[in-house]
């Protein structure tokens, strides 16, 4: 399996807090994304980054935003998280443009 | 019209069977092509990528149809352990970078 960590696995907390998801890889990877999937909708793309520093917005960006200082960290910050964004929240890496992307694990996010 | 489309389903076949999944894209612009499972409450795993000339991985076989906008994916012999919900991806070019989209999936239910 591909050597990506998602922080933390899961999280529960209340509307207007702020929430930051770490997402860890040991590949060297490029590019690196940010997904949450929720019934009905299917994977959807919040944030992807092609580099350190590069980063740019996917489908689904409003509310959150996105740091990549390392190649290996890219996170995801709720600054003021809503009930509307509980959801699973999915981070991938992949090569290159074009190839296929691994999956982490996960978080489960419950903002109550 | 949505940008990537699947039939949800569920496809529900003995064990055995064959069943094929399609999945439609809207953008003739795209270029690259992938078949992932996702079981569960678990993270997607790459099960194939799709190729223009068609390509074959075992009991699975995935084909690209260009003029049509669709790519399909073949499953002979089926197994129990088959069952899953089957994710197209689709990634085409935005602004120099390559945005890959999900499609919601397919559900295949194999049975004894």
């Known amino acids: 399996d591909a050597g990506i960590t998602q922080s933390p696995r899961h999280k529960v907390t209340e509307t207007g807090t702020p929430v930051t998801l770490r997402c860890h890889q040991t590949?060297?990877?490029?590019?690196m994304y940010w997904y949450r999937q929720d019934p009905g909708h299917g994977l959807r793309l919040i944030h992807y980054?092609?580099?350190?520093?590069?980063?740019d917005k996917g489908e689904v960006s409003d509310g959150y935003s996105v740091s990549r200082s390392k190649t290996e960290d890219f996170l995801l910050t709720l600054e003021s998280a809503t009930s509307s964004q509980t959801s699973v929240y999915f981070c991938?890496?992949?090569?290159?443009?074009?190839?296929?992307?691994?999956f982490g694990d996960g978080t489960r996010l419950s903002i109550l | 019209r949505k940008e990537v489309e699947q039939d949800p389903g569920p496809f529900n076949v003995p064990e055995g069977a064959t069943v094929a999944f399609n999945c439609t894209y809207s953008?003739?612009?795209?270029?690259?092509f992938f078949w992932y499972r996702q079981d569960c409450r678990k993270e997607p795993k790459l099960l194939m990528s799709?190729?223009?000339s068609g390509n074959e991985d075992g009991r699975f076989t995935a084909q690209l149809n260009r003029a049509s906008q669709y790519i399909s994916l073949l499953i002979r012999d089926s197994k129990l352990s088959d069952s899953a919900t089957y994710l197209c991806?689709?990634?085409?070019?935005?602004?120099?970078?390559?945005?890959?989209?999900f499609g919601r999936g397919t559900s295949l239910i194999v049975h004894p």
């Open positions: 953008n003739s612009a795209s270029q690259s």
């Open positions: 590949e060297n990877h490029r590019y």
């Open positions: 799709v190729y223009s």
């Open positions: 991806v689709v990634t085409r070019i935005s602004g120099g970078s390559y945005i890959p989209t």
């Open positions: 980054s092609y580099g350190v520093k590069d980063t």
């Open positions: 991938a890496i992949s090569e290159g443009q074009g190839q296929p992307q691994h």
